[in-house]
């Protein structure tokens, strides 16, 4: 427990909380933004009324996750200051205007529009509302963008130097557009984009298998899988990619990634470990099972096995990640996640080309439809491991190689950071069971299928128009009623 008195420690894990935890709920809202727009879209296209309902069923989960990831992102935005002051000190001139422009252009053009789309469907042009809708779905993904480019410049810094404890950006393009930039960005993109296609199919198959709504909810079910058939490929692709650009500018939280301790020689490709108990005491894994030569073909178009691929011996303790335990799952944890998404996309696929999720045959696809369910908050959980690889892979640096964690920290007492670290898990912890009440609950209510169409004019009962004279109703008895 002497991690308890320690205040570097303590705000390392207060922030790695808070950041979890409020990642959670921006993934939704910039994925199913972009959902929402391609559902209105295509009601505004064909007129289908189900297009319309189902894009009023799933912005009431847009707007609940909306509210909880504001409530969130704030106070850990706020952290920079309190826990973190001389790194913000450091890099303010660049940092901080990247954090700027996140909360301008993104924050700022998300909330100003989602009220018009939330409450604007009968009191505004459709056009004006669907141009609400797209704006609101630019400002999610716009705030991926910037705090994708500033986390990318804390892993590969560029457009500067440090002058005097100072980092003096000399091209502020080169800085945004540094290395890890394009594909962390796409990265990010794709996870909430599948992440989001993947909770909208699970809630989807929950329904079809309680057999509520099972027509409808078939066609979100269906909509969510034609995108994932482009989604989870290329997202499997960007994130090799991404593995490439770590073997190339960051080899340490390589090694950690694949519990490697030795190196591997130049020519030789290097086994790729499958499972391990990486052991950082004794600098070797303890039981492992590896497949021979895989990790070095693996790189091999771009390493061209003409380098060799460093073990973590190569460098000093105190100058490599620790927690490799941590990294190595988590990666593995992402990858299967990974895999399996896309394999229930496969199989899904192939259900459908055989005409098995048509509206009449869809309820019988039992077994699909759970696969659907357990895959709904696997997203997350990928998207929470592949940011325990990227930041505890990049230790023991905040500005990788320039500013060491330990002098990047706040000097508080140690308690005061517990104080807030406990408060931080008392109230983020009743946050989360709201939301499952209130997610559930708009789960149980379901959409309403009674919702008046904007457009459509409903058949008035004739009246009454001259005194004295009676002109009756000569609509159907069902109608009537």
């Given at each position: 427990m002497e991690f308890l008195s320690d205040s570097v420690v303590l705000s390392r894990i207060q922030f790695a909380f808070t950041a979890l935890f409020h990642m959670l709920w921006p993934v939704l809202t910039t994925g199913m933004g972009i959902y929402l727009v391609i559902i209105e879209g295509m009601w505004l296209r064909t007129q289908n009324p189900d297009y319309y309902l189902h894009a009023r069923f799933w912005s009431k989960f847009y707007v609940l996750n909306f509210g909880i990831g504001v409530g969130t992102g704030i106070p850990m935005e706020f952290q920079f200051g309190t826990n973190w002051a001389p790194f913000s000190e450091a890099v303010g001139n660049f940092f901080g205007s990247v954090i700027g422009f996140e909360a301008s252009w993104a924050f700022m053009l998300e909330a100003a529009f989602l009220g018009i789309m939330l409450f604007g469907w009968e009191r505004v042009n459709p056009t004006i509302h669907y141009l609400s809708t797209i704006l609101v779905a630019v400002g999610a993904n716009l705030s991926t963008l910037w705090i994708l480019t500033a986390n990318s410049w804390m892993q590969t810094p560029a457009g500067g130097?440090?002058?005097?404890?100072?980092?003096?950006?000399?091209?502020?393009?080169?800085?945004?557009?540094?290395?890890?930039?394009?594909?962390?960005?796409?990265?990010?993109?794709?996870?909430?984009?599948?992440?989001?296609?993947?909770?909208?199919?699970?809630?989807?198959?929950?329904?079809?298998?309680?057999?509520?709504?099972?027509?409808?909810?078939?066609?979100?079910?269906?909509?969510?899988?034609?995108?994932?058939?482009?989604?989870?490929?290329?997202?499997?692709?960007?994130?090799?990619?991404?593995?490439?650009?770590?073997?190339?500018?960051?080899?340490?939280?390589?090694?950690?990634?694949?519990?490697?301790?030795?190196?591997?020689?130049?020519?030789?490709?290097?086994?790729?470990?499958?499972?391990?108990?990486?052991?950082?005491?004794?600098?070797?894994?303890?039981?492992?099972?590896?497949?021979?030569?895989?990790?070095?073909?693996?790189?091999?178009?771009?390493?061209?096995?003409?380098?060799?691929?460093?073990?973590?011996?190569?460098?000093?303790?105190?100058?490599?990640?620790?927690?490799?335990?941590?990294i190595y799952y988590a990666f593995r944890t992402m990858i299967a996640i990974a895999l399996f998404l896309a394999a229930l996309m496969l199989v899904s696929t192939l259900q459908w080309l055989r005409g098995k999720l048509s509206a009449e045959n869809i309820t019988q696809q039992r077994w699909l439809m759970i696969a659907w369910v357990f895959s709904a908050p696997l997203g997350y959980i990928a998207v929470d491991s592949g940011w325990i690889v990227r930041c505890v892979g990049r230790q023991p640096w905040t500005l990788y190689k320039q500013i060491r964690t330990v002098d990047a920290a706040s000097n508080l007492p140690a308690t005061n950071v517990l104080v807030s670290l406990t408060s931080f898990i008392i109230v983020y912890t009743l946050l989360f069971i709201a939301v499952l009440y209130f997610g559930s609950r708009i789960i149980r209510q379901g959409p309403n299928l009674d919702l008046p169409i904007p457009g459509i004019e409903t058949t008035q009962p004739a009246v009454d128009t001259t005194p004295g004279e009676f002109i009756p109703d000569e609509r159907p008895v069902e109608a009537q009623q």
């Open positions: 130097e440090l002058v005097n404890g100072k980092f003096v950006v000399n091209d502020y393009f080169q800085a945004i557009l540094n290395p890890f930039m394009v594909n962390s960005v796409l990265h990010m993109f794709f996870a909430t984009l599948e992440t989001s296609l993947f909770v909208i199919g699970g809630i989807s198959a929950w329904y079809i298998l309680q057999r509520r709504n099972a027509a409808f909810f078939s066609r979100s079910l269906k909509i969510a899988l034609a995108a994932t058939i482009i989604v989870a490929p290329l997202q499997i692709y960007i994130g090799h990619l991404s593995g490439e650009q770590v073997y190339h500018y960051q080899p340490t939280k390589l090694a950690a990634m694949e519990a490697q301790w030795e190196s591997s020689p130049a020519g030789k490709p290097a086994d790729w470990s499958l499972l391990a108990i990486p052991n950082e005491k004794a600098e070797k894994n303890d039981w492992e099972i590896t497949v021979p030569n895989a990790l070095g073909y693996i790189l091999e178009f771009k390493q061209n096995l003409s380098e060799p691929l460093r073990g973590l011996k190569e460098w000093k303790p105190e100058d490599r990640p620790k927690m490799v335990g941590l």
